[in-house]
């Protein structure tokens, strides 16, 4: 495929948007088709899924269940918008994907890497990611940064601790063995977080020129 499909990951709260953002104008004026997404969601359907997932009402739902939704928006996702962008040319810049669900699911959840990976082959049918960056945070700093914006929780951020520690590790333990998964220390300013995002990224984007 000609485009290059890039992924936001971290837990709440680790400033994803901002560096999203800053991605993105970088490529824009670069002249780049960029498709800014998200997950779950990006589709109609998704969306709808997104609700269902992120419904506080839907506390207590089965483990399972919530592993299959968030892979079947994935399915959508990536038929209806992040192939046929990449088939285009475009960046794909995608806030959360595959590996969301290893660390929430896999680990959070503890139904297992190998289930989560199997359980989304169909979903993804050979689209992954060229590069992920993973904003590294405490999940007790990320969500006390939440509480600061005022906002409210959604039915994963309600989550007791322990969770949201499981989580962290499985994005630790699955970021140290991808070499395309690159980690940023999100406890430094949001600008300086930036300047090593776009410092990794151009070793993406130069090869990607030269096309
Ligand atoms: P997010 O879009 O980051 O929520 P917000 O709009 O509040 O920033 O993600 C929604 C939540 O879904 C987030 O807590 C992480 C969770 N999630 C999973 O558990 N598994 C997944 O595969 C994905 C994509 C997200």
């Known amino acids: ?14 400033g994803k948007s901002t560096q999203i953002a800053a991605l993105k104008a970088h490529l824009e004026s670069c002249g780049r088709e960029v498709i800014l997404t998200r997950e779950p969601g990006g589709t109609p359907i998704a969306e709808k899924i997104r609700e269902l997932l992120l419904d506080r009402s839907n506390a207590g739902m089965d483990a399972a269940c919530e592993a299959y939704l968030y892979a079947a928006a994935r399915a959508e996702h990536v038929q209806n918008v992040i192939r046929p962008a990449l088939e285009r040319g475009a960046v794909v810049l995608c806030d959360r994907f595959l590996l969301s669900s290893l660390a929430y699911q896999g680990f959070g959840r503890q139904l297992g890497e190998d289930t989560i990976r199997n359980l989304n082959a169909l979903a993804m049918r050979g689209v992954e990611p060229d590069c992920t960056f993973y904003l590294s945070l405490d999940p007790e700093e990320g969500l006390s940064r939440i509480a600061a914006r005022g906002e409210g929780k959604d039915r994963i951020e309600m989550e007791e601790m322990d969770f949201h520690t499981r ?15 690159h980690l940023l220390d999100a406890r430094q300013n949001a600008q300086t977080v930036t300047a090593q995002m776009l ?13």
């Open 167 to 181: 989580v962290r590790k499985g994005y630790l333990h699955c970021a140290s063995k991808d070499s395309n998964i």
């Open 199 to 211: 410092e990794l990224f151009s070793h993406y984007l130069n090869p990607m020129i030269e096309k």
């Open 1 to 14: 495929m000609k485009g290059l499909f890039v992924v936001f990951e971290g837990q709440d709260g680790a």
